[in-house]
C-alpha cells in the first residue's frame, strides 16, 4: 500500500468539503462586532432606511423577553431571503433599486441567517439577519403565520457612537406591536432598557444587533450600553413610536405643526414639522400604515430622507423626498439624471415631494438636491443617486 | 507600532482560504460531519474573541490549528468513538477499507492519529504539524511512519 492508496482511502472516508462555510455563524457564535463595518472607507452620513413590507400580522401584545436560542444562526429559508433582496420577485424593481442605492448596498442575502425568535401571543416573531456590501444590517421580522413582515435595512456611520437604536411600532388594524431594536458596536457587551417609570430590562443581543419586545403600557425612556465590566459606556434616549428614522433616534419636543397633505396611491400622507432636542427640527411623515420620524441639526443647506412607504396591503408603493432647509435657503431645486429639474415647494422650510414613477426609471431618477439663498448663489449641493443620503 | 493581535478580515480570509481543510480535519477528529462543523465554527468563533492574543510569533493559520484541533478533540472525547465516521456509506466499493481504515486509525495512539489527520486533511507539513501537535519536525516524521505503517498494514490485509 503506497503512499497515494492510503491518501485515496483517507479521501474517501470525509468528504472534499464536509459541510459549507458560514462565516457569520462565525461571528454571531462570536458576539463579534458586524464585521463588513470593517472594510469600508467611506461610510456615507448616519442613515437608517426603513421599509414596511405588508403588516398583515397579527397583534403581538404582552411580549415577554423569551427566545429561542436554537434559532439563532439558522439559515433563512428562500422567502425570508427574497424579502431580504427587497423582494425583487415582486414586480416592484424600480422602487427596489431606489432602496438600493438609498442604502448604497447589496444585502448578502446568502448570509442571510436567524437572529432570534421571540414567542408572542401573536405567534412567534422570526427575526432573520443579513449583512450588507456597504456594512450595514438588514433584518427582516415575520410573524408564524404571517405573509409578510418588516424588513429594515441599517447602516451605522463611523460616529454614530457605540450604541444605536430605534423604538419601533408596527400598526396592525388598530393595533401595535412595539419593540426597541438597534445596534451596539464590539466595545458593547451587554445593553439594557430603561423605561419612563425607571424599571430597566434586559435587551438580547446577538452579534451587534439586539431586540426587545415592548408590553403594552411600557414606555421606553433609554437603551444602556455597557462594557464587559459593567460600565455604562452608551445611554441613548428612545422614544416609542417611530418607524425608520434617523439614528441616534430623537424625538420632537415641541407641538407639532402641519406642514403638507399628498393624496398618493397609497392614501393620504401628511407631514408634521416640530422641534427637535437641542437645537435639532424634526419632521414626521404619516400614512396610514406607518408614521416615520427624523430630526436633525438645522443645517446650512438641506437635510432630507429619501425613502419608499408602502399601504397595509403592500400593493402599492410611494417614494417620498422628505426634509427642510436651511435658515440662508431661500429656495431648493431637484434635479434628475435625465437634465430635467423641479422647484421643491418650501413651507416653513420644509419639504414634501412624492416622486413621479417616470423617475423611478433609470436615467430619469433623481440626482441632486441644490439650495439656493435669495440671490440665487448655490449654497449646498446633495447628492442623491447614487450617493444616497 | 504594535502589531499584535490579529484582526477580523485576516481570520476570515484563513478561514475561507482554508475551510476545506479545516472542516475536513475536524470532521476526522471529532468523528462526524455535525461534530465539525460545530468544531470549526466554535473554533473560529474562539479565534475571533482572542484575535487579540495572537501575537504573530508564526501565521495566523498556524495560531488558529490548535484551536480548531483542540475543539474536535473535546468533541470526540464527547462522542467517542473517535475514528472518522463518514455519514454516507462510500459509493465505490471502498466500504471494507474505509471500515479497515477507521478501526486502524481508531487502534492508532492519539498522537498518530491525529498527525494523519493533519497530514492529509490539513495538508499540513512536518514543521507545521509539530507547531499544532507540540513536537518538533522529526518528531513529525517519526509519528507519520509508525502511523503509515500501522495504517497500510491494516489495508492490506483486507486487500488479501
Not at chain 1, 449583512?131 to 463611523?158: Q, V
Not at chain 1, 438641506?302 to 397595509?312: H, L
Not at chain 2, 474562539?46 to 501565521?59: I, Q, Y
Not at chain 2, 465505490?92 to 493533519?118: H, K, T
Request: net charge neutral.
Amino acid at each position: 500500500v503506497t503512499e497515494p492508496v492510503l491518501a485515496a482511502a483517507f479521501d474517501s472516508l470525509v468528504p472534499a468539503e464536509p459541510f459549507e462555510p458560514d462565516w457569520v455563524d462565525v461571528l454571531v457564535r462570536a458576539e463579534a462586532d458586524v464585521p463588513f463595518l470593517r472594510r469600508r472607507r467611506n461610510w456615507y452620513a448616519l442613515a437608517v432606511a426603513a421599509i414596511v413590507i405588508g403588516l398583515l400580522v397579527s397583534p403581538a401584545f404582552g411580549l415577554g423577553g423569551k427566545f429561542l436560542d436554537l434559532f439563532t444562526g439558522s439559515p433563512a429559508p428562500e422567502h425570508v431571503k427574497t424579502e431580504l433582496s427587497f423582494g425583487t420577485n415582486q414586480g416592484n424593481d424600480q422602487v427596489d433599486e431606489l432602496m438600493r442605492q438609498h442604502v448604497k448596498s447589496t444585502v448578502l442575502v446568502g448570509q442571510a441567517r436567524g437572529l432570534l425568535a421571540v414567542p408572542t401571543s401573536a405567534g412567534l416573531l422570526h427575526i432573520w439577519g443579513a449583512p450588507t456590501s456597504d456594512g450595514g444590517l438588514c433584518t427582516y421580522m415575520l410573524l408564524a403565520g404571517a405573509p409578510h413582515g418588516w424588513l429594515a435595512c441599517d447602516t451605522l456611520a463611523p460616529d454614530a457612537g457605540p450604541l444605536v437604536g430605534t423604538a419601533d411600532a408596527h400598526n396592525v388594524d388598530g393595533r401595535t406591536l412595539r419593540y426597541v431594536s438597534g445596534q451596539a458596536r464590539e466595545r458593547v457587551v451587554s445593553v439594557e432598557l430603561k423605561l419612563e417609570d425607571g424599571s430597566v430590562f434586559p435587551v438580547r443581543k446577538v452579534g451587534t444587533f439586539f431586540f426587545r419586545a415592548l408590553a403594552p403600557g411600557q414606555q421606553p425612556a433609554a437603551l444602556v450600553g455597557k462594557d464587559g465590566g459593567g460600565s455604562v459606556v452608551a445611554e441613548l434616549p428612545v422614544a416609542s413610536g417611530g418607524l425608520g428614522g434617523v439614528l441616534p433616534p430623537v424625538s420632537p419636543v415641541g407641538p407639532r405643526r402641519s406642514l403638507f397633505v399628498l393624496q398618493t396611491r397609497i392614501g393620504k400622507v401628511t407631514m408634521h414639522g416640530a422641534a427637535g432636542p437641542e437645537g435639532k427640527r424634526c419632521w414626521i411623515v404619516t400614512t396610514a400604515a406607518e408614521e416615520g420620524t427624523a430630526c436633525r441639526d438645522v443645517p446650512r443647506g438641506v437635510e432630507f430622507d429619501f425613502n419608499p412607504y408602502y399601504n397595509s396591503e403592500q400593493t402599492e408603493r410611494i417614494v417620498l423626498l422628505s426634509g427642510f432647509v436651511g435658515p440662508q435657503v431661500d429656495s431648493l431645486q431637484l434635479r434628475f439624471e435625465d437634465g430635467s429639474h423641479v422647484d421643491m415647494a418650501l413651507k416653513r422650510a420644509y419639504f414634501l415631494y412624492g416622486l413621479p414613477r417616470r423617475n423611478w426609471e433609470a436615467g430619469h431618477r433623481p440626482s441632486v438636491l441644490v439650495a439656493r439663498d435669495g440671490g440665487g448663489k448655490v449654497i449646498a449641493r446633495r447628492d442623491i443617486v447614487p450617493d444616497g443620503l | 507600532m504594535d502589531v499584535r493581535g490579529a484582526d477580523l478580515d485576516e481570520i476570515e480570509a484563513v478561514y475561507r482560504e482554508r475551510f476545506a481543510a479545516f472542516a475536513r480535519t475536524a470532521t476526522a477528529i471529532a468523528g462526524d460531519v455535525e461534530s465539525g462543523r460545530d468544531a470549526v465554527q466554535e473554533a473560529f468563533a474562539k479565534g475571533v474573541r482572542e484575535r487579540h492574543a495572537f501575537r504573530r510569533e508564526g501565521t495566523l493559520e498556524a495560531w488558529l490549528w490548535p484551536i480548531v484541533v483542540n475543539e474536535a478533540r473535546d468533541r470526540a472525547r464527547r462522542r467517542r468513538p473517535t475514528a472518522p465516521n463518514a455519514d454516507e456509506p462510500a459509493s465505490d466499493g471502498r466500504g471494507s477499507e474505509n471500515d479497515a481504515l477507521r478501526a486502524a486509525l481508531a487502534a492508532l495512539p492519539d498522537r498518530q492519529r491525529l498527525a494523519a489527520f493533519l497530514r492529509y486533511y490539513a495538508d499540513l507539513d512536518y514543521e507545521g504539524i509539530g507547531a499544532v501537535l507540540g513536537i518538533t519536525p522529526g518528531t513529525v516524521g517519526a509519528t507519520l511512519n509508525a502511523a503509515h505503517a500501522a495504517l497500510r498494514k491494516s489495508l492490506e490485509e483486507v486487500r488479501t
